[in-house]
């Protein structure tokens, strides 16, 4: 059955990477599995949460333009999480405000990555974006692959997380599209509720598949 796509395929104008393949999931899904089984199997994988941490760590980028708009969020150890959490949380324009700063610097990011790969000549890449559905780039891979687990489990390992509280998790989960949503657009589903050796059959067959 063919799912439908917010945005359809273009066709891209390059000839390596030749397949990308575009990795998302809501939050505590699984994401980090799935994205270790790729590497591990010799895809390079581009993660958007680790482009973000990079720029926002000692000597990032992202540090001068954050500290400017919200101003001691920052010091030479990088941004305070903390600090900068409670700066944006419940507070969409700050959100907004610091989503465009970051989001032009992980897509320059995604293209050094894509740049280096092709210079090694990769045939297939990853890419690794929790809300690749919520913005219009889901026309940019040959395949998307969502990874899911019950909601109950979700819950459960959002919790575990440092910081991580009843209100910050339904805050998340309102900014992010349902998982069943995902489900139905996407090219394959990856479980990683049903132990790590079926997220990997089902990732492993989804790539055997579709590319």
Do not use: Y
């Amino acid at each position: 059955m063919t799912r439908r796509r917010l945005h359809p395929h273009k066709v891209r104008p390059r000839r390596w990477p030749s397949r990308i393949v575009g990795l998302t999931g809501s939050i505590a899904m699984g994401k980090s599995t799935a994205t270790s089984f790729l590497a591990r199997a010799g895809i390079p994988v581009f993660s958007a949460d680790a482009a973000v941490h990079k720029l926002l760590g000692p000597r990032g980028l992202a540090l001068a333009p954050v500290n400017e708009r919200f101003p001691g969020v920052t010091s030479d150890k990088g941004v305070d999480r903390a600090a900068l959490g409670k700066a944006v949380f419940a507070n969409p324009e700050a959100l907004a405000a610091l989503e465009a700063i970051l989001h032009p610097m992980v897509k320059d990011a995604r293209a050094r990555f894509f740049q280096a790969s092709a210079l090694k000549r990769h045939s297939i890449v990853a890419v690794e974006i929790p809300l690749l559905f919520e913005t219009p780039q889901n026309d940019l891979f040959d395949m998307i692959a969502v990874v899911s687990a019950p909601a109950f489990l979700q819950r459960q390992r959002a919790l575990r997380r440092p910081g991580m509280t009843e209100a910050k998790l339904k805050a998340i989960l309102a900014r992010q599209m349902p998982d069943a949503k995902k489900r139905r657009l996407a090219d394959a589903v990856i479980p990683s509720g049903l132990g790590k050796r079926e997220t990997l059959r089902r990732l492993t067959r989804a790539l055997k598949s579709k590319l």
